[in-house]
């Protein structure tokens, strides 16, 4: 409690309201006097350095933040960093679905009332579109070109758009719309592709910039603020939009880069219908197991009545298998859409509400080699032959090629000075293991000779994971040839979309495969859910061996170097085993 001071006056707040005279306790005072006795302090008096320190002090101390408050700011920024960065998050998980989507919509079925009905071109259209082109090549009109454009359009306007041909089809009634912008695109795209490179510009920009123009010439339609009001509501009343237009809609939508959706493009290997169909089936096949291990374990949402349950069961089971009958119909390679080895086999999670996915009869079909049968294209390009010095240099030499002793294709003729050629073989075959044989002549200038002269043969045997690149290969000299013959060639042979893999390996079974050796396998997908491992022997188009695999999914592992086969482990199914491939239950 303060004790009273001396003067009453002193003790009024009429000293409180003057803000530049302070009170400060006396130094020689004790308690009651450091409290109750006062002075009055001017700024010009002894101890102005202390008030005016402590003025000072008082003005700069609201301005600056306690730790508390930085603190709470602080946490509120890094809180909301954390939300952006999670929002982001679900931001690119949702375009990863989307992604997938629409580059494999195995489970879309597209109504036919989608398909646009093109309009077709009159004779007074055609004459207006003639004009408006005209119009366009003699500077008529306000729409800014480049060179490159405008001789696009002039060759469009004196081939097609004059032609005769065009007249009597548009009379017919056979040409849309959309057949005269399709014959202008594809006239430009062989242009555009010929332009040199520009940094910063793409081709496909220049492409869809040029589009936009001849859409513009084409409808006549020359003030920009008009064009992209039609332009949106065509695309939003009769266009299918491509899968390029869906990506790059949904990341405007999403607020993803082009970079980003380039990097998850090649992540998910969007480009491999194979792979996507792969990875349909293993996440299919893990709902499939969450289903049973749920019925197993009896852990269900809360119904209100208890036979809800098993009804909730079969209600997951329908739909995977509907997911399931879905990418079943979905082909593996061309020419295999009726695939006859379909859902029949998933004996999984068969039950009454899938019956209707099943087919009419109950009985399993097997396999048969004729099932499995490959369709192989091969390249061969002989470049350069060696030593051919004791031929005479102006003797003419060439080369002829022949797979599994079938159609034999030949070289251009040269000197035996520069014998080089860059001529390429194409030849098909169903057999796996093919034999290649190439072999050089020389012509006979004698009068009785009847054929040329073989010099040399090489032999090659390549597969689909035989290397590409051009190789020397050393010839089989014939009868009287003095020196060692090479020549220099590339065999390339493709992998078909059905042929998952293949290679040399060692297995041993029960039924199949009873020796244990060394043979050439074949893994073939015959349908999404049904594969066969081969082994094939060559110039063989069926397999001389084959195992039918139902349900399972295929992992790879990764290859054993330095090893002869290895240790024999039999497999509980069929007894069968390998180095690079093995399979586990779906």
């Not at 859902?343 to 899938?354: E, G, M, T, V």
């Not at 490959?374 to 470049?383: A, D, H, I, Q, Y």
């Not at 080369?399 to 079938?406: F, I």
């Amino acid at each position: 409690m303060l004790e009273p001071s001396s003067s009453e006056e002193e003790s009024e707040p009429e000293v409180v309201e003057n803000p530049e005279v302070l009170s400060i306790p006396d130094g020689g005072s004790g308690y009651g006097g450091s409290l109750g006795s006062r002075r009055d302090v001017s700024p010009g008096s002894d101890n102005s350095l202390a008030a005016g320190s402590s003025s000072r002090s008082n003005s700069i101390r609201p301005s600056s933040p306690s730790p508390s408050i930085v603190s709470e700011k602080e946490k509120e920024d890094l809180e909301k960093l954390r939300e952006e960065e999670e929002e982001r998050k679900r931001r690119l998980q949702l375009y990863v679905f989307v992604l997938r989507c629409i580059a494999y919509p195995f489970n879309a079925k597209q109504p036919t009332d989608m398909a646009r009905r093109q309009a077709k071109v009159t004779k007074q259209q055609l004459q207006t579109i003639k004009e408006r082109f005209s119009s366009f090549i003699n500077g008529d009109t306000q729409i800014v070109a480049d060179e490159a454009f405008c001789n696009a359009v002039q060759s469009y306007y004196e081939v097609f758009l004059k032609s005769d041909r065009v007249t009597r089809m548009v009379a017919s009634g056979g040409c849309s719309s959309h057949d005269f912008r399709e014959v202008f695109k594809n006239n430009i795209e062989k242009r555009v592709r010929s332009l040199p490179e520009i940094d910063g510009l793409s081709k496909e920009t220049v492409l869809s910039s040029w589009m936009a123009k001849f859409d513009a010439i084409y409808r006549g339609e020359e003030d920009p603020r008009k064009q992209p009001t039609r332009m949106a509501a065509a695309a939003a009343s009769e266009l299918i939009l491509s899968k390029e237009q869906l990506y790059e809609m949904f990341q405007q939508i999403l607020g993803v880069k082009k970079f980003e959706h380039q990097l998850l493009y090649n992540a998910c290997q969007l480009d491999n219908s194979d792979e996507q169909a792969a990875h349909i089936r293993r996440e299919l096949d893990g709902r499939l197991q969450a289903a049973e291990r749920m019925a197993r374990n009896r852990q269900f949402p809360r119904f209100v009545v208890k036979e809800m349950e098993t009804m909730y069961v079969e209600e997951l089971r329908s739909s995977i298998n509907l997911l399931m009958a879905n990418l079943e119909s979905m082909p593996v390679s061309r020419g295999n859409q009726d695939s006859k080895y379909s859902l029949q086999r998933l004996k999984r999670a068969q039950n009454s509400a899938i019956s209707m996915l099943e087919v009419a009869d109950d009985t399993e079909s097997a396999l048969s080699k004729s099932d499995v049968v490959l369709s192989f294209t091969l390249e061969v390009v002989v470049m350069e032959v060696r030593g051919l010095k004791f031929l005479a240099p102006n003797k003419i030499v060439y080369c002829t090629m022949e797979v599994d002793g079938g159609e034999k294709l030949q070289t251009d003729q040269a000197e035996a000075s520069k014998p080089m050629w860059d001529t390429q073989g194409d030849f098909t075959t169903t057999h796996p293991l093919p034999v290649v044989k190439v072999k050089l002549y020389t012509e006979s200038t004698g009068m009785l000779s009847l054929e040329d002269k073989e010099l040399g043969r090489v032999v090659c045997k390549p597969t689909a994971t035989s290397p590409k690149h051009p190789e020397w290969h050393t010839m089989n000299p014939a009868k009287g040839v003095p020196n060692e013959i090479k020549v220099k060639m590339a065999v390339r042979m493709d992998k078909p979309q059905n042929m998952k893999h293949c290679g040399y390996l060692y297995a041993l079974g029960k039924t199949v495969w009873k020796k244990w050796k060394k043979r050439y396998f074949v893994l073939v997908q015959v349908s999404q859910y049904t594969f066969a491992m081969c082994s094939y022997r060559e110039k063989r188009a069926d397999p001389s061996e084959m195992m039918q695999l139902d349900g399972y999914t295929v992992d790879y592992t990764e290859p054993v170097h330095d090893l002869e086969g290895g240790r024999p482990q039999r497999d509980d199914a069929a007894g069968w085993v390998h180095s690079g491939l093995h399979r586990t239950s779906a």
